[in-house]
């Protein structure tokens, strides 16, 4: 069986991890020129890290993580407001760029890559789907993967514009790593924010004198600025803290977008199917992205080890869907504690975080920050660690 998969992020190479070990001939067609490395931290945990670890990947991402051991909040003259000390031993949450997380996935994946492609045009029938690539030349392939993200060129192409199935979630966001010796040594390993009402800035340092930054702000329109450095310059540029130093310097590769969800009706038509964000995208809000796209990876390889496609497409959605909508839910709700709206509400964020600090409170606190989806991969285990073992063999 031939699978095409557009988009070689989480989503798609965990998927073609999978499918490869099954005997599938996958191949992946790829927009950027090579694979993204870098970009915005994540924190990995959850059912995702759980797949990993069966995979035999946890070790590896275990050792690129960077710990972060606390989450502060400061003023504008960067005094401590409300801190939060991760219980010692508490070493479930892998904290690392995305890009790194991308690598791993990369480095133990043969299919062949196809970077600076994408997809032109699909067709299909009961038996194939025909695809078109930018570089002119034809696929013809069993099943078709749209992995390629929240703006999915698959999802537009056979489902429909962008418009019907995004939620935007009322913010943009943005994120970038600067390199600079003396704020990474001021922050330290220790997640540091800023926020007022409507408004949020975090930082926190990374190996070799590097600064995580990430930017969230209310805004109600969709449509991205023309000029994001500028949007974020104008938004933060009166805040204090360490906002004077590195607004004027945000790189070129600044990574900016919408706040959004992504709510679709059906996650496959015919021969062509949804995975990661594409149909399932939880927002930066749930903190659970990268986490929900190797789950859901998992799930479908699963049900296409198990049985024929249109059974398989079927399974892999009512498997997935609820605890997408769950965890959706969360996100939704987390909105609030992420980007209070208002000085009442930041007052009331920093007494609950002071209250979670407690001891025997904190470890209860951070369980409720983890929304669901170990049961996606309890069922059928067996055949995770039996495609491991073909691998290694
Ligand atoms: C600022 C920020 C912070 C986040 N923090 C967390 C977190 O703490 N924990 C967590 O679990 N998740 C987090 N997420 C979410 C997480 O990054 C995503 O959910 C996850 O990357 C989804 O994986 P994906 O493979 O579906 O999409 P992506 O990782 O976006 O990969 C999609 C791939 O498709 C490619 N592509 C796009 N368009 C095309 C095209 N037309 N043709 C071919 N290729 C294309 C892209 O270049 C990319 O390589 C965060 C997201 C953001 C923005």
Same mark, same amino acid.
């Given at each position: ?39 915005? !931290? ?104 749209? *992995? ?25 966001? *943005? ?24 408004? !949020? ?21 969709? *449509? ?67 986490? !929900? ?26 498997? !997935? ?73």
């Amino acid at each position: 069986m031939k699978a095409l998969i557009c988009g070689a992020g989480i989503a798609g190479l965990a998927l073609a991890w999978h499918l490869e070990r099954d005997g599938w001939d996958v191949e992946l067609v790829e927009r950027a020129p090579a694979l993204r490395t870098g970009g915005y !931290m994540i924190d990995f945990y959850g059912a995702g890290y759980e797949v990993t670890e069966r995979m035999g990947l946890a070790t590896r991402l275990r050792e690129l993580r960077h710990p972060v051991r606390e989450l502060d909040y400061v003023d504008r003259d960067g005094r401590r407001t409300s801190r939060f000390v991760l219980p010692p031993g508490f070493s479930r949450v892998v904290s690392l760029p995305r890009g790194d997380l991308a690598r791993t996935l990369a480095d133990d994946v043969v299919a062949p890559v196809r970077h600076g492609v994408t997809i032109e045009t699909v067709r299909q029938d009961a038996h194939q789907v025909e695809v078109t690539l930018t570089d002119g030349t034809h696929r013809t392939v069993d099943l078709l993967v749209g *992995a390629d993200g929240v703006h999915s060129r698959v999802r537009e192409l056979v489902f429909g514009p962008e418009e019907r199935y995004l939620r935007h979630l009322g913010h943009h966001v *943005a994120a970038c790593v600067l390199t600079d010796p003396e704020l990474s040594a001021q922050i330290g390993p220790r997640y540091r924010m800023l926020t007022v009402p409507g408004l !949020m800035a975090g930082a926190y340092a990374l190996p070799e004198d590097r600064l995580a930054l990430l930017f969230l702000h209310r805004e109600p329109d969709p *449509a991205l600025p023309a000029d994001p450095a500028a949007a974020l310059r104008r938004h933060y540029g009166d805040l204090g803290w360490i906002l004077p130093e590195t607004l004027p310097r945000l790189p070129a590769d600044l990574y900016y977008d919408q706040v959004t969800q992504v709510r679709i009706g059906s996650w496959s038509r015919g021969r062509v199917v949804l995975l990661g964000d594409s149909c399932q995208a939880v927002s930066l809000f749930a903190g659970h992205g990268a986490s !929900m796209a190797v789950a859901a990876a998992w799930v479908l390889a699963d049900e296409l080890a198990a049985g024929d496609l249109p059974t398989a497409l079927t399974r892999y959605e009512e498997r !997935m869907r609820p605890t997408i909508d769950e965890v959706q839910a969360f996100g939704r709700r987390f909105i609030e504690w992420m980007a209070p709206s208002s000085r009442r509400r930041i007052a009331a964020r920093d007494w609950l975080l002071r209250l979670a600090a407690l001891p025997g409170v904190n470890r209860l606190f951070l369980t409720s920050l983890t929304p669901g989806g170990h049961e996606l991969i309890t069922s059928r285990a067996d055949r995770l660690t039996a495609r491991k073992q073909r691998r290694t063999a």
